[in-house]
């Protein structure tokens, strides 16, 4: 089992910056890739960005490419995503997830449902 807690969301007005944080404790997370999702209400949950297990493969949705970054801590068993220029279309909420990859460069997958853990969320509201 791995658990998920993510951290960091709050209210922010637009152009502004946040960065969330997700800790993991349980099985080895430098085992895992892991990933950031969103969804707002009433719409599906969607891919935002991935990470390696070593940190060096990194993707990120088209949609926020440039302005979020994802990174991670093995050492702190923590992933990151910061986020820039933020704007009101990204307001979500944010969860971290967590997937199996056979190999320290395996960054994970864009479809939800292919992931094995997943956090309780942290909402992200973009005022503007």
């Known amino acids: 089992q791995v658990q998920l807690v993510e951290s960091g969301g709050g209210l922010v007005q637009a152009g502004g910056s946040l960065r969330l944080s997700c800790a993991a404790s349980?099985?080895?997370?430098?085992?895992?890739?892991m990933g950031w999702f969103r969804q707002a209400p009433g719409k599906e949950r969607d891919f935002v960005a991935t990470?390696?297990?070593?940190?060096?493969?990194?993707y990120a949705a088209d949609s926020v490419k440039g302005r979020f970054t994802i990174s991670r801590d093995n050492a702190k068993n923590t992933v990151y995503l910061q986020m820039n220029s933020l704007k009101p279309e990204d307001t979500a909420t944010y969860y971290c997830?967590?997937?199996?990859?056979?190999?320290?460069?395996?960054?994970?997958?864009?479809?939800?449902?292919?992931?094995?853990?997943w956090g309780q969320g942290t909402q992200v509201t973009v005022s503007s």
């Open positions: 990470v390696s297990w070593s940190g060096s493969n990194t």
């Open positions: 349980g099985r080895t997370f430098n085992s895992y890739a």
């Open positions: 997830a967590a997937k199996w990859g056979p190999s320290p460069y395996y960054s994970g997958s864009y479809y939800p449902n292919e992931y094995d853990y």
